[in-house]
Nanobody, 124 residues
Framework: QVQLVESGGGLVQAGGSLRLSCAPS????????MAWFRQTPGKEREFVAA????????DYADSVKGRFTISRDNAKNTVDLQMNMLKPEDTAAYYC?????????????????WGQGTQVTVSS
């Protein structure tokens, strides 16, 4: 049984920073694509960032480029999302996702496993 567990969400003022972490359990190998998505009530889950197994490939949504950084530590089996210069519009539930192949990383349908989500709230 594979589980993805997110942590690090919370409340922060605009301009502040948060660091999210995703820790897979169960099967912890072969995830060539790890990603973060986010969702607000009434809207579709949207892509935020993705990273390949070796960290050499990363992709970001235009809305977070230059502010968010995705990284992974294969020794610890964690994937982190460093979020800087946060804006109120970044407020959402953030979800970790995993897939076996690094293709179509922007598509939520591509991912095999999802975490339960962690809430990020940015106050103005």
């Amino acid at each position: 049984q594979v589980q993805l567990v997110e942590s690090g969400g919370g409340l922060v003022q605009a301009g502040g920073s948060l660091r999210l972490s995703c820790a897979p359990s169960g099967r912890t190998f072969g995830w060539n694509a790890m990603a973060w998505f986010r969702q607000t009530p009434g809207k579709e889950r949207e892509f935020v960032a993705a990273i390949s197994w070796n960290g050499l490939r990363t992709d970001y949504a235009d809305s977070v480029k230059g502010r968010f950084t995705i990284s992974r530590d294969n020794a610890k089996n964690t994937v982190d999302l460093q979020m800087n210069m946060l804006k109120p519009e970044d407020t959402a539930a953030y979800y970790c996702a995993a897939a076996g192949v690094y293709v179509n990383v922007y598509s939520r349908g591509h991912y095999d496993y999802w975490g339960q989500g962690t809430q990020v709230t940015v106050s103005s």
